[in-house]
């Protein structure tokens, strides 16, 4: 079993900064890949970036250059990092941590808001 847990979520006004974490733990030997999706309201889930284990990282076009995704790793756990600048009333969402497992499939986070204020 895998468990995610995620923080970091909250208020912010235009042009602020946050950063979100999700730590792995459990059976983290199967994950090859961590991301963060978002939900904004009334829209479907989006990808917004993920990392590989080999740190191998992937932006979408709206977020590359304002956000960034990391790894820290031991030995019982993988943290992906969401660091996020110059945060747009546009980002604002439901932010979920992803998962992706060799073995398993997808896991998910229960979801964190991060609201932007104009």
């Known amino acids: 079993q895998v468990q995610l847990v995620e923080s970091g979520g909250g208020l912010v006004q235009a042009g602020g900064s946050l950063r979100l974490s999700c730590t792995a733990s459990?059976?983290?030997?199967?994950?090859?890949?961590m991301a963060w999706y978002r939900q904004p309201p009334g829209k479907q889930r989006e990808l917004v970036a993920s990392?590989?284990?080999?740190?191998?990282?992937?932006?979408a076009d709206s977020v590359e250059g304002r956000f960034t995704i990391s790894l820290s790793r031991t030995s019982a756990r993988y943290t992906v990092y969401l660091q996020m600048a110059n945060l747009k009333p546009e980002d604002t969402a439901v932010y979920y941590c992803?998962?992706?497992?060799?073995?398993?499939?997808?896991?998910w986070g229960k979801g964190t808001l991060v609201t932007v204020s104009s």
């Open positions: 990392i590989t284990i080999r740190d191998t990282t992937n932006y």
């Open positions: 459990g059976s983290i030997f199967s994950i090859n890949s």
């Open positions: 992803n998962a992706k497992r060799i073995i398993g499939g997808d896991l």
